[in-house]
């Protein structure tokens, strides 16, 4: 069983950087992918970023060339650095991790961007 404890959320301003940050219980296979997903309030959860070993990372468009997904396998880390933060950020932020048999999900952590 993975466990997966988010931090970094918070409140921005438009135009400002977060860093999120992602811990995991054990150690994640490098050829997993692990990444991030956000959920905007009354709207669907949607991929952010994932990344893998061996991979190009992904990216979603509306975050392509502001947010960098990085992973640090040695100490079972995940990393989302968010620069120029809009208002259509906001949202509960959620790593995960997914195996060859299931889906693993952190509790969340809240990105608030307005002025």
């Known amino acids: 069983q993975v466990q997966l404890v988010e931090s970094g959320g918070d409140w921005v301003r438009p135009g400002g950087s977060l860093r999120l940050s992602c811990a995991a219980s054990q150690t994640i296979y490098s050829g997993y992918a692990m990444g991030w997903y956000r959920q905007a309030p009354g709207k669907e959860r949607v991929l952010v970023a994932t990344r893998r070993a061996g991979r190009d990372p992904t990216y979603a468009d509306s975050v392509r060339g502001r947010f960098t997904i990085s992973r640090d396998n040695a100490k079972n880390m995940v990393y989302l650095q968010m620069n120029s933060l809009k208002p259509e950020d906001t949202a509960v932020y959620f790593c995960?991790?997914?195996?060859?048999?299931?889906?693993?999900w952190g509790q969340g952590t809240r990105v608030t961007v307005s002025s």
């Open positions: 995960y991790v997914k195996t060859d048999s299931r889906e693993y």
